[in-house]
Every structure is written in structure tokens, then in C-alpha cells.
């Protein structure tokens, strides 16, 4: 949390943060949330578990200020409803691209002395013992970055590059977080594509950005699963992602039939994967629609079977059923080519 709270804009590398000592920050904190927070072994807490609900408030009517709510408190500004969740995720989302982007940290994943197996297997808090935040920024960056960013708000284009530079696979540290979640320690960048990472990660502004470049070919599956960006997008639920697919193959059948030719192309909103013969995928879904089903998101079920361009089968059904998903099975049902329906 000391590093978090040191790291400004402009700063490039660590070497340059003013990173407080132990026993400063324990009171830098009691100035910045007064009797809210509690440290018990070098962990901060909030003082009763119902405090999260209580200062979190609505978006639109949320305080939006840097000042401490112990100031805020003092002037008379009431604590209930002053944190914007949303604000509040932008801002750590800024800071951990920030850090994973420090020339210093850069270079750590660079070390050949051991480094790789290391941040290949241990947990991800004993990473460094010299960059403490690592770990939290390597895991929680993306996480904290799925707010949509707006277009008009500044600097943004520079937080979509920041974003644009963490998802690709050309990166060593990119490339070592996939091999830690897949279990893939032979993962190669020619794998995978930034919209499949930016996908994978649920980060609409990301995908957004790449549907709209004509160099970007949506449908390309990767090289180790053989799944399409939007796959990923519906296999983790992210209703944000998967309406920029939507919205992208909407946009693509209103251009003239020489813009498609020239340009990137429709989505395949149904595509099947197609893994290698060496993985079993018996007991897999193939398509979006499918990895949606499975693992019950029900949102996002129900923006691909609006797009008329879905195959429904039996075992969407079973997987429905199996999970207890009413609500999906509903909506399976409720199409024309539903297996149940049709009989």
C-alpha cells in the first residue's frame, strides 16, 4: 500500500518513489481514513466488515476528492456514500500499469538469473522482495482496468497505450502471467493475439480499440486451445467485451461490400474452436455461446442468442440443467432451434 500511495504521475521507475518506512505509513494511514482502518501484521483492515457497504456509495453521487476522509469528516462532509467504486478502480488501474511498466520492474522480468521459474511458480505476493507491489499490480491490474474509458476524459489515449503495451504477448511478463493461469509453460507470443489477451482479461476499452483498427483480424483463434477472442470474452463473462464484438458485426454489415473487402471483416459470433488433436475436447464447449453456458452467464447468454446468429444444442441444455441455471434455460428454450422446442 506504501508503494501504491508513492507512485505519481511521470514516475518511471521505482528508484524514484518516496516510498515511506513501516512506521510513518501506520500513521500516514490513520490521517488519511482516521479510526476506519485497523494494521495488524503489516495487513490493513477495515475496522468492522459492514464499513465496505457503508462508504461505498452510487457513481454519479459519489465525492469525488483527494482529500482524507478523516479531512472530509472535519469539515463536516459525511462518510456514508464518498467512494466511487468505479473511481476508485480507475485510479489503482492507473497505478499498477503505471508500475508494471517501470523501467526497473521491466528489467526484472528480463533477469536471466533465475527470475522465470521463479515468477513461474511461486505465489505471486513472494515475487520480489525488492518490488513489493509486483505481485498485487501483476494480478489485479486488468481487474481494476474493465471501467470503460471514456473518450472524452484526458489523457486516456495514453492510458488505452499503457493497457495496449500490458496485453501483448510480445512482453515477457505478459507472456509468463498467461503461463502461470493456463498451466502452459511452452506458451510462445505467436500463440496468442492482444484481442485474445485484452479478451481474455475483460477489458472492453482494449477491445474496442483493436475491432476498430483494420490491421486487427478478430477471428483468429489461439494456438493452443484454438478458441476466438470472443470466446474468451463469453467463457469469462464479460458483457462489456462481448457487445463490442456485437457492436463491431452490427457496424460491419452497414459497409459497403468493398469497405468489407478491404477491411477486417464481420465477427464470427458463433465460430468453433478448433484446438490441436492432441487436447482432449470431448467434454468442452465450442463456441462462445456455449463457454457462456457453462459457466452460467446469463447476460451474456442472452446478448449472443439476440443476435439471431447462435446455434443452440443439447448440450447447452445439459450444461444448463447440470449448473442449475433457470434463468439460461429459459432463455435457450425460448429460441426457435431449440432442440426441446423443435421436438
Given at each position: 500500500?506504501?508503494?501504491?500511495?508513492?507512485?505519481?504521475?511521470?514516475?518511471?521507475?521505482?528508484?524514484?518513489?518516496?516510498?515511506?518506512?513501516?512506521?510513518?505509513?501506520?500513521?500516514?494511514?490513520?490521517?488519511?481514513?482516521?479510526?476506519?482502518?485497523?494494521?495488524?501484521?503489516?495487513?490493513?483492515?477495515?475496522?468492522?466488515?459492514?464499513?465496505?457497504?457503508?462508504?461505498?456509495?452510487?457513481?454519479?453521487?459519489?465525492?469525488?476528492?483527494?482529500?482524507?476522509?478523516?479531512?472530509?469528516?472535519?469539515?463536516?462532509?459525511?462518510?456514508a456514500s464518498s467512494i466511487s467504486l468505479s473511481g476508485s478502480n480507475n485510479l489503482l488501474g492507473r497505478i499498477c500499469s503505471q508500475y508494471l511498466l517501470?523501467?526497473?520492474?521491466?528489467?526484472?522480468?528480463?533477469?536471466?538469473?533465475?527470475?522465470?521459474?521463479?515468477?513461474?511458480?511461486?505465489?505471486?505476493?513472494?515475487?520480489?522482495?525488492?518490488?513489493?507491489?509486483?505481485?498485487?499490480?501483476?494480478?489485479?491490474?486488468?481487474?481494476?482496468?474493465?471501467?470503460?474509458?471514456?473518450?472524452?476524459?484526458?489523457?486516456?489515449?495514453?492510458?488505452?497505450?499503457?493497457?495496449?503495451?500490458?496485453?501483448?504477448?510480445?512482453?515477457?511478463?505478459?507472456?509468463?502471467?498467461?503461463?502461470?493461469?493456463?498451466?502452459?509453460?511452452?506458451?510462445?507470443?505467436?500463440?496468442?493475439?492482444?484481442?485474445?489477451?485484452?479478451?481474455?482479461?475483460?477489458?472492453?476499452?482494449?477491445?474496442?480499440?483493436?475491432?476498430?483498427?483494420?490491421?486487427?483480424?478478430?477471428?483468429?483463434?489461439?494456438?493452443?486451445?484454438?478458441?476466438?477472442?470472443?470466446?474468451?470474452?463469453?467463457g469469462g463473462g464479460f458483457e462489456g467485451v462481448v457487445k463490442t464484438f456485437i457492436d463491431t458485426q452490427r457496424a460491419a454489415k452497414r459497409r459497403s461490400?468493398?469497405?468489407?473487402?478491404?477491411?477486417?471483416?464481420?465477427?464470427?459470433?458463433?465460430?468453433?474452436?478448433?484446438?490441436?488433436?492432441?487436447?482432449?475436447?470431448?467434454?468442452?464447449?465450442?463456441?462462445?455461446?456455449?463457454?457462456?453456458?457453462?459457466?452460467?452467464?446469463?447476460?451474456?447468454?442472452?446478448?449472443?442468442?439476440?443476435?439471431?446468429?447462435?446455434?443452440?444444442?443439447?448440450?447447452?441444455?445439459?450444461?444448463?440443467?447440470?449448473?442449475?441455471?433457470?434463468?439460461?434455460?429459459?432463455?435457450?428454450?425460448?429460441?426457435?432451434?431449440?432442440?426441446?422446442?423443435?421436438?
Open positions: 500500500m506504501a508503494v501504491a500511495l508513492a507512485v505519481e504521475e511521470g514516475h518511471t521507475s521505482q528508484s524514484e518513489l518516496d516510498i515511506e518506512p513501516d512506521h510513518h505509513f501506520r500513521h500516514t494511514l490513520q490521517l488519511l481514513c482516521g479510526p476506519l482502518i485497523s494494521v495488524i501484521d503489516g495487513r490493513i483492515f477495515l475496522f468492522h466488515q459492514t464499513l465496505k457497504a457503508f462508504l461505498i456509495g452510487d457513481d454519479a453521487a459519489s465525492f469525488s476528492s483527494e482529500a482524507s476522509l478523516a479531512n472530509q469528516a472535519a469539515d463536516g462532509h459525511k462518510w517501470f523501467t526497473d520492474v521491466e528489467d526484472y522480468f528480463q533477469n536471466p538469473l533465475g527470475n522465470i521459474e521463479k515468477l513461474r511458480t511461486r505465489p505471486l505476493e513472494f515475487l520480489s522482495e525488492n518490488y513489493p507491489f509486483l505481485g498485487y499490480a501483476w494480478e489485479n491490474w486488468a481487474v481494476h482496468s474493465r471501467e470503460p474509458v471514456e473518450e472524452d476524459d484526458r489523457g486516456d489515449d495514453s492510458r488505452i497505450q499503457q493497457m495496449l503495451h500490458l496485453c501483448s504477448p510480445h512482453r515477457l511478463s505478459t507472456l509468463i502471467w498467461l503461463r502461470r493461469k493456463w498451466c502452459l509453460p511452452k506458451l510462445g507470443p505467436e500463440d496468442v493475439t492482444r484481442l485474445i489477451v485484452a479478451s481474455y482479461l475483460g477489458l472492453s476499452s482494449v477491445t474496442q480499440h483493436l475491432l476498430r483498427l483494420d490491421t486487427t483480424r478478430p477471428n483468429v483463434r489461439d494456438g493452443i486451445f484454438g478458441r476466438s477472442a470472443l470466446s474468451w470474452a463469453a461490400w468493398l469497405e468489407r473487402l478491404l477491411g477486417t471483416g464481420g465477427i464470427q459470433v458463433d465460430s468453433k474452436s478448433k484446438p490441436p488433436r492432441t487436447l482432449s475436447v470431448s467434454h468442452r464447449p465450442c463456441t462462445p455461446l456455449g463457454w457462456a453456458v457453462r459457466f452460467g452467464h446469463e447476460a451474456v447468454v442472452k446478448q449472443l442468442i439476440a443476435t439471431n446468429q447462435v446455434k443452440v444444442d443439447d448440450k447447452m441444455l445439459f450444461d444448463a440443467a447440470k449448473g442449475g441455471y433457470l434463468g439460461i434455460m429459459e432463455a435457450l428454450l425460448g429460441t426457435a432451434q431449440s432442440p426441446a422446442t423443435q421436438k
